[in-house]
């Protein structure tokens, strides 16, 4: 079933998107939890990490981490660090059923997280 991430994809409604491939898509979150919070999602539809096939996945996962790398060097959190997060199902804390990973940073993380 598709999710609000797949009309951000399709445009159909705003992002402020600041990286986009024919595969990848990146956007700002629109409730950031640190000075830096980006969502990196792949634009096919998977619902969670846990439906991932990591054969025929594992080239689009790792874009997700080169896009992450990326744009974390272009917002100036490469060389303090950055956290990268994907929640899944209900005790994960996931809400969009889309694929994401929560790029995090421009302050110091704690740990445990909530
Ligand atoms: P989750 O809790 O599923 O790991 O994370 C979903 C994230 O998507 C949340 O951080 C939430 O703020 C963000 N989000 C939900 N709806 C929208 C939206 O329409 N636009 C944007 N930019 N972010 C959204």
Do not use: C
Request: no cysteine; hydrophobic share 40%; net charge neutral.
């Amino acid at each position: 079933m598709s999710t609000i991430f797949k009309k951000i994809i399709d445009k159909e409604i705003p992002a402020q998107i600041i990286y986009e491939t024919d595969k990848v898509l990146a956007f700002k979150d629109i409730n950031p939890q640190a000075p830096v919070h980006v969502l990196i999602i792949p634009k096919k539809e998977i619902p969670s990490v846990r439906e991932v096939d990591t054969s025929e996945d594992a080239g689009l996962m790792n874009e997700l981490i080169a896009a992450a790398n990326k744009i974390a060097k272009e917002l100036g959190i490469f060389d303090s660090g950055f956290r990268l997060v994907f929640n899944a199902g209900k005790d994960g804390g996931q809400d969009v059923y889309h694929l994401h990973l929560h790029l995090l940073g421009g302050r110091k993380m704690t740990w445990p997280p909530g």
